[in-house]
């Protein structure tokens, strides 16, 4: 089935660092979506992108629907501990959501 | 993740045991999808029911089946359960006409083992 990779699958940083992570697919997205699943709850939506070479935020968070439409970056600046977390991309091809295709996921650890 | 409720929250089987996972939601939302999370593996879709009375096949649809009693109602069945099928399980929705910034609204999760 349909693959995403993303990368990468886990991170320990200190408070108050940068983070990057991606997500590349073999196929094209309309749209990229990155959730937050904090232990024991379900993943929560946190920036969708919608249009190739799109740039949103959300606070700390930017995310960025590559020109490709292959792929799709979040950054999260100045890490605070309560970012830790799996962090997900997910892709759909068309308007339906069965064809949302989710990443494996990166573990991200911050160290106050 | 208030809106999708998922019952029970944790539950263990034999090996062969049936069990019924139940969502409901109180979104008034058209579609409704079952997921399995595994280590590894991201979330990967079971079934769904793009509205009341249909459903569908997802990606790994094998060992279990699927009712979607009313729009607010859909569980899933695990007839005979197998150790492969211990997993954390997901039931989401999603509103086809929402907003642009709310697709997938997911439970809590059901973590489910199979020994």
């Known amino acids: 089935g349909q693959q995403l990779n993303q990368s990468p699958q886990s991170m320990f940083i200190q408070e108050g660092e940068d983070v990057s992570m991606n997500c590349t697919s073999s196929s094209i997205f309309n749209t990229w979506l990155w959730y937050k699943q904090d232990p024991g709850e379900g993943p929560v939506l946190l920036i969708a992108?919608?249009?190739?070479?799109e740039l949103t935020s959300n606070g700390r968070l930017t995310a960025q629907f590559g020109t490709t439409r292959k792929d799709s970056f979040l950054n999260i600046s100045a890490s605070i501990p309560s970012d830790v977390g799996i962090y997900f991309c997910?892709?759909?091809?068309?308007?339906?959501?069965?064809?949302?295709?989710f990443g494996t996921g990166t573990l991200l650890a911050v160290q106050p | 993740n208030a809106g999708v409720t998922q019952t029970p929250k944790f539950q263990v089987l034999k090996t062969g045991q049936s069990m019924t996972l139940q969502c409901a939601q109180d979104?008034?939302?058209?579609?409704m999808y079952w997921y399995r999370q595994d280590p590894g593996m991201g979330l990967r879709l079971i079934y769904y029911?793009?509205?009341?009375?249909?459903?569908d096949k997802g990606e790994v649809p094998n060992g279990y089946n699927v009712s979607r009693l009313n729009k607010r109602e859909f569980s899933l069945r695990l007839e005979s359960a197998a150790p492969s099928q211990t997993s954390v399980y997901f039931c989401?929705?999603?509103?086809?006409?929402?907003?642009?910034?709310?697709?997938?609204?997911f439970g809590n999760g059901t973590r489910l083992t199979v020994t």
């Open positions: 997910a892709g759909q091809y068309g308007g339906a959501t069965n064809k949302l295709i």
């Open positions: 992108l919608y249009k190739a070479g």
């Open positions: 029911s793009a509205s009341e009375g249909t459903t």
């Open positions: 979104m008034n939302h058209n579609s």
């Open positions: 989401a929705t999603l509103n086809p006409w929402g907003l642009a910034d709310s697709p997938l609204h």
